[in-house]
C-alpha cells in the first residue's frame, strides 16, 4: 500500500495563519484558528474517523479511530494531542516553506535579500542533518512546525490506521487545540468527550526526545507609579518610573536570565517594557522545574518591590504574580508504562530515546493535572517561533512511525 505523506499534509497546514494572541481576552484567541480547524474536521470525515467534531465556539477539533481488536476491552483508549495555533513572535502569515534538499552542512539563505541566512555557525545542530531533506522558511516568517508538525504526524497516524487494519489497535483519540501558545490550549477541552484513559501531545522537537518534566511557570507583572516634573527643576522631586522598573531588574540575579541557562536551570524573563517618567510597566515570566526554587524566586520577585517601595514610597511599584501551570512530573509517576512504552518503540525503531526537561511548558502538563496523564513527543522541528525555524523530513516520518509503534504497544 502507498504510504501516506505527512510532508503533504504539512506544507499544506503551514500556510495556513493561526497566530495567536495574549491581548485580546477571548477564546480562540484569533478567529483566524479556526480556518484550519475546519480544514481538519473535514479531513477527519473524509478520511472515514469517528465521532469527529468541531466545537465552532471554542475551536477544538474531535475524533476517534475504533478499536479493531476482537476483545476491545484489553487495551485502554491511548489519546494525541496537538496544537493548531503558532507564536506570535513573528508572523505567521504566508508561509512560504522551501524544501532543501540532501543538506550539504552549509549556510542557508533564506530570505531573497541574502540577509536571513541559517547557518550552522549560529546552529551547530544544523549539522547532525547533512543528507537529510530540510523545510526551511524564506526568512520573512516563522515555519510553524510548532506544531504544526504535530498535527501532521497525528494527522498521517490517523488516516493510516484508517486505511490499513492490519495493524492492531485499540481505541485511539485525537485532539487539536487552539492558544496553546499563549498557555490557554486547555482552558475549554472537553476531557469527557476526548474519552482518553491516557495520552501523548506530540510537540517537542529533536528526533527522540520524551519529555516528562516540564517547568512550574508563573507570570510577574510590576506597574510603577512616578512623578514628572520638568527636569529643569527636578531635584529632589522627579520620581522617573521607567528607571526605577530598571532598579528593579537588577535586583534580579544577572545570571538567572533565559540567556545564561540551561536544562534544568530557572530563570526570570522580562519580556516586555513600556512607559516613561510618570507610568511604567515590566512583565516577566518566572520558571523552574524545582518547585522550592519556583517558590523562591516569585518571594524574590515580591522582595525586590518591597524594597522600592520602602525606598520610594508605598505605592511606588504595584506588583502581581500569577501561577500558570506545574511541573507535570509528579503526575507522570505513577504511570511510567507511558514513557517506557514509548522508549521501547524509539529503541525498535533505531532511534536513542532522550530524557529531555522542557523549558517551557505544553498542553500536556495541564491535561496531566487534570487528570489526563500526558507526556510529551518529538516532532523534528527545530528553532521554534523564528525565521530560522526549520524541520526534517526523515525525522517527521519517523515520527509518525513512533506513534504507530506506540498504538501497537497498548493494543
Same mark, same amino acid.
Given at each position: ?77 491511548? %489519546? ?5 495555533? #503558532?507564536? +506570535? =513572535?513573528?508572523? $505567521? ?7 532543501? *534538499? &540532501? ?66 489497535? %485499540? ?5 487539536? #487545540?487552539? +492558544? =496553546?501558545?499563549? $498557555? ?7 476531557? *469527557? &468527550? ?218
Amino acid at each position: 500500500m502507498e504510504k501516506i505523506d505527512v510532508i503533504e499534509k504539512f506544507l499544506r497546514y503551514v500556510k495556513v495563519d493561526t497566530q495567536s494572541d495574549d491581548t485580546t481576552g477571548t477564546s480562540p484567541s484569533t478567529m483566524k484558528q479556526h480556518d484550519l480547524a475546519r480544514m481538519l474536521y473535514k479531513e477527519l470525515c473524509d478520511m472515514g474517523a469517528s465521532d469527529v467534531f468541531y466545537d465552532e465556539e471554542h475551536c477544538y477539533v474531535y475524533a476517534s479511530i475504533p478499536s479493531n481488536l476482537k476483545d476491545k476491552n484489553d487495551a485502554p483508549a491511548i %489519546g494525541f494531542v496537538s496544537h493548531m495555533d #503558532t507564536s +506570535d =513572535e513573528v508572523s $505567521g502569515k504566508d508561509v512560504k516553506p522551501r524544501i532543501v *534538499e &540532501k543538506y550539504d552542512g552549509k549556510d542557508i539563505t533564506l530570505s531573497s535579500d541574502g540577509k536571513v541566512v541559517l547557518s550552522p555557525k549560529d546552529f551547530p545542530e544544523l549539522l547532525n542533518h547533512i543528507g537529510e531533506d530540510l523545510i526551511v522558511t524564506d526568512g520573512t516568517t516563522l515555519l510553524g512546525a510548532d506544531d504544526k508538525a504535530g498535527v501532521s504526524e497525528i494527522m498521517t497516524m490517523a488516516q493510516t490506521l484508517l486505511t490499513d487494519s492490519s495493524i492492531p489497535h %485499540g481505541d485511539i483519540k485525537i485532539a487539536f #487545540t487552539p +492558544d =496553546e501558545e499563549i $498557555g490557554a490550549g486547555t482552558a475549554y477541552f472537553d476531557l *469527557e &468527550k476526548f474519552g482518553a484513559r491516557y495520552a501523548y501531545t506530540v510537540d517537542g522537537g529533536k528526533l527522540g526526545e520524551l519529555e516528562y518534566e516540564n517547568f512550574n511557570a508563573a507570570e510577574g507583572i510590576i506597574s510603577v507609579n512616578g512623578r514628572s516634573v520638568h527636569p529643569g527643576d527636578a531635584k529632589n522631586k522627579m520620581i522617573n518610573a521607567a528607571l526605577i522598573c530598571y532598579e528593579f531588574h537588577s535586583l534580579l540575579p544577572v545570571f538567572q536570565n533565559p540567556m545564561y541557562t540551561e536544562k534544568r536551570e530557572g530563570f526570570f524573563h522580562l519580556t516586555e517594557v513600556n512607559g516613561g517618567t510618570e507610568k511604567a510597566t515590566a512583565s516577566y515570566i518566572i520558571r523552574d522545574h524545582d518547585e522550592k526554587l519556583f517558590e523562591q524566586k516569585k518571594e524574590l520577585f515580591l522582595a525586590a518591590a518591597a524594597f522600592l517601595n520602602k525606598k520610594y514610597g508605598e505605592g511606588t511599584v504595584e506588583v502581581t504574580v500569577r501561577d500558570q501551570y506545574y511541573n507535570m512530573i509528579g503526575k507522570i509517576r505513577p504511570h511510567m508504562h507511558l514513557v517506557d512504552n514509548a522508549k521501547k518503540v524509539m529503541e525498535e525503531l533505531g532511534i536513542t530515546p532522550i530524557d529531555s526537561p522542557i523549558r517551557g511548558g505544553t498542553d500536556g502538563a495541564a491535561l496531566s493535572y487534570k487528570g489526563l496523564p500526558c507526556p510529551n513527543l518529538c516532532t523534528g522541528g527545530y528553532n521554534y517561533h523564528g525565521k530560522y525555524e526549520y524541520a526534517s523530513i526523515q525525522e517527521m516520518k519517523k515520527v509518525v512511525d513512533i506513534l504507530l509503534g506506540i498504538v501497537s504497544k497498548y493494543a
